[in-house]
Antibody, heavy 121, light 111 residues
Framework: QVQLQESGPGLVKPSETLSLTCAVS????????WNWIRQSAGKGLEYIGR???????NYNPSLKSRATMSVDPSKKQFSLNLSSVTAADTAVYYC???????????????WGQGTLVTVSS | QSALTQPASVSGSPGQSITISCTGT?????????VSWHQQYPGKAPKLIIY???RRPSGISNRFSGSRSGNTASLTISGLQAEDEATYYC???????????FGGGTKLTVL
């Protein structure tokens, strides 16, 4: 059974870059989309974007190009960088898996436990 | 403010049925069969319970069912149980200009 585990700093300063990694265990990283979703008290769940094992990406336009995702199939992990963060980016960040079809946008069948990132000086 | 509109709360007694609505627009729920529902307990990650409007993942009880009419998707839980008390989120594809959006969540209380 596939499991996902997020890791990264819990505290990031304003204007800096938030960097998170999600490790995939118990299954293949190939043939799936790998997603980032965040949840804040003020805005609920917000979709950040997804990456395929080949490196193809789709991002939420509302993040205005601040998000960048990468994948390392050899390490079975994928990453999120979110630049120029502000307090509004404080949230629990989840990684999640969805199926490999291009239409599989909301079928998040496996989630990580989530990691809290606080943006503060 | 979420792009998809859900009631903030619903409640029901054990054994009863409840329905949670999720209202979007003709550009998202009304255009694509790409709607999912997720169940979340406090402090835990969401869990997929419905996808593609009405399909259930393996292992999900058939007490959970999904449907859509026009621009509104619905989640129905029949034979309510205490363990169903959680927050439920709808999620839909909004096209390439919007991508994926979530509802604000509905807290279900089992009386």
């Amino acid at each position: 059974q596939v499991q996902l585990q997020e890791s990264g700093p819990g505290l990031v300063k304003p204007s800096e870059t938030l960097s998170l990694t999600c490790a995939v265990s118990g299954g293949s990283i190939n043939n799936y989309y790998w997603n980032w979703i965040r949840q804040s008290a003020g805005k609920g769940l917000e979709y950040i974007g997804r990456i395929y094992a080949s490196g193809s990406t789709n991002y939420n336009p509302s993040l205005k190009s601040r998000a960048t995702m990468s994948v390392d199939p050899s390490k079975k992990q994928f990453s999120l960088n979110l630049s120029s963060v502000t307090a509004a980016d404080t949230a629990v960040y989840y990684c999640a898996r969805s199926c490999g079809s291009t239409s599989c946008y909301t079928q998040f069948d496996t989630w990580g436990q989530g990691t809290l990132v606080t943006v503060s000086s | 403010q979420s792009a998809l509109t859900q009631p903030a709360s619903v409640s029901g007694s054990p054994g009863q049925s409840i329905t949670i609505s999720c209202t979007g627009t003709s550009s998202d729920i009304g255009s694509y069969d790409i709607v999912s529902w997720h169940q979340q307990y406090p402090g835990k990650a969401p869990k997929l319970i419905i996808y593609d409007v009405h399909r259930r993942p393996s292992g999900i009880s058939n007490r959970f069912s999904g449907s859509r009419s026009g621009n509104t998707a619905s989640l129905t839980i029949s034979g309510l149980q205490a363990e169903d008390e959680a927050t439920y989120y709808c999620c839909a594809f909004g096209g390439s200009s919007t991508l994926v959006m979530f509802g604000g969540g509905t807290k279900l209380t089992v009386l």
